[in-house]
């Protein structure tokens, strides 16, 4: 009787498990971007940059910050073309998706706050913006985009596009201590 | 006679030879000049422009990778030549930090060659917090 009880156990055990498999892997694969999404948001993720650069350009006075704005317009194009020229290479179709939109939304809120300043007060946004905008992007890259690229050229320009990042990020530090 | 024809044809053969081989060693002369083929940076073999002086080298390179120099800190005999090889994502420059000299813009692929007779502290202006020492013993 003892026996029959620890088998149906057992049983009820392993299905609990076998039925609980799928689900969890279906999860992660949830999470997961794919190449195509991938591609979306780093080109979104730099012509953000960009746009904002192009508006210090516009509204700064200051040569160190608009020095720093005409790097990112430099530096972020050649990633974008770079990206581009690989997604065409591999026929894949940049694919919009949640986290392309959230920063794409994030952006807005981002560029009506600076273009609403000015003067002295529009560059220290701007410098502080970049430090947390490189923060949130190289966080991104390094634990979320570089991980989820399938295809190894993808996989690689990403890589190479992090220590980029990690530069920006402290040039952008260097411009917002000094406009202290 | 037959004996010494065959001998000189022999030394000519193994002079010529000799010289074949001579050619293919590599000349520091041999780097392409500064902007002039921006593929060829790309085809520069490390082992023939070792980064590391070697006897009787008097030309360094300077890789510009993953956003720094590397060596970030170099030391040259005075009249020494260094080559800056941008191998990078983006474009860099090497400026002395007291601007007393600049090459410009150095776009990824291409070069720049100066000749040291004195210490240098340089950066990268565009990516200024890329820095690089050049040591003149």
Redesign the interface.
């Given at each position: 009787m003892k026996k029959k009880m620890l088998f149906r156990s057992c049983i009820l055990i392993i299905a609990m498990v076998v039925a609980f498999l799928p689900a969890t892997s279906q999860k992660k694969k949830a999470s997961k971007l794919s190449d195509a999404e991938i591609a979306s948001v780093a080109v979104a993720a730099n012509q953000i940059d960009i746009q904002a650069a192009q508006l210090a350009q516009q509204k700064s006075k200051n040569a160190e910050v608009l020095n720093f704005a005409k790097t990112m317009i430099a530096d972020h194009q050649s990633v974008i073309d770079k990206a581009s020229a690989l997604v065409t290479k591999l026929g894949v179709t940049p694919k919009d998706n949640a986290v392309t939109r959230h920063l794409q939304a994030n952006a807005k809120k981002t560029m009506a706050r600076l273009e609403a300043k000015s003067g002295p007060a529009f560059d220290k946004a701007y410098a502080q913006n970049e430090v947390t905008y490189h923060k949130a992007v190289i966080a991104a890259v390094d634990k979320t985009l570089i991980p989820d690229a399938q295809n190894a050229e993808l996989k690689s320009l990403l890589q190479s596009v992090s220590p980029v990042l990690h530069t920006h990020l402290e040039h952008a530090e260097m411009v917002a201590k000094n406009l202290k | 006679m037959k004996t010494l024809k065959a001998g000189s044809v022999w030394l000519l053969a193994c002079l010529a030879f000799i010289a074949s081989c001579n050619d293919h060693k590599p000349k520091p002369d041999n780097l392409p000049h500064v902007n002039e083929n921006p593929q060829a940076a790309n085809s520069i073999d490390s082992s023939a422009a070792p980064a590391v002086p070697q006897p009787g080298d008097h030309r360094f390179i300077v890789e510009i990778n993953?956003?720094?120099f590397v060596p970030d800190q170099l030391t040259v005999h005075k009249g020494d030549t260094v080559v800056w090889i941008n191998n990078d994502?983006?474009?860099h420059c090497v400026t002395d930090t007291g601007k007393a000299w600049t090459s410009s813009t150095i776009v990824p692929g291409r070069f720049w060659t100066k000749v040291f007779t004195k210490n240098a502290d340089y950066f990268c202006?565009?990516?200024?917090?890329?820095k690089g020492k050049i040591q003149v013993e």
């Open positions: - | 993953k956003m720094k994502l983006t474009n202006a565009i990516h200024v917090v890329m």
